[in-house]
């Protein structure tokens, strides 16, 4: 995808620690991301370490001619087929589950529902802050950021995002009360 992402993949090859660690916070995120859903989330914080393992045992594999993403998604997407069929999980060719033999990681329709309606109302609630805010909310509240770390981020007074941050969650509650 990325010249970026090919030399740091070329680079943890060469056995370059600090590309490894760099692997690792780019790629450990999205992966998790992409086994959401097929598998609860205990299972997919093992599942994206051994995916991890397998991707920088693999280094030395890589072409740099292949995208970075399609090669990482493909150890991703084997490694979660094998830990499907592995834990009795049966895949068929289509790419489809036997529903009778997921995990129970999905929800009855009422809770999906509910689910849906709550993702919807923070979307909404997301689309009309400004964009301060919205890094903001997003470094605090999916990047994992402290207060601290997401001021220097955005490069703004930690007050402020306390400030910011408290207000924002007093909001998006209010949003969410039924």
């Known amino acids: 995808m990325k010249v970026s992402e090919r030399s740091l993949l070329l680079r943890g090859a060469a056995g370059d620690s600090t590309a490894l660690r760099e692997i690792w916070a780019l790629w450990s995120p999205r992966i998790l991301l992409y ?31 292949w995208s970075p993403s399609t090669w990482i998604y493909t150890i991703a997407s084997r490694s979660r087929i094998d830990w499907h069929r592995k834990n009795g999980m049966k895949y068929s060719e289509e790419g489809d589950y036997d529903p009778d033999t997921l995990p129970g990681s999905f929800l009855p329709p009422d809770e999906a529902l509910i689910q849906k309606d709550t993702r919807e109302r923070i979307e909404e609630f997301l689309g009309l802050q400004n964009e301060r805010d919205r ?7 999916f990047e994992g950021m402290s207060g601290r770390q997401t001021a220097r981020a955005l490069d703004l007074p930690p007050e402020t995002v306390r400030y910011r941050l408290k207000i924002l ?3 998006l509650k209010e949003v969410l009360e039924p």
């Open 35 to 65: 086994l959401k859903g097929s598998l609860c989330d205990e299972d997919c914080e093992d599942l994206c370490q051994e995916i991890m393992i397998k991707l920088f045992r693999s280094l030395k594999s890589y072409n740099p001619l």
């Open 135 to 141: 890094n903001i909310l997003y470094l605090h509240a």
């Open 169 to 171: 969650k007093r909001r």
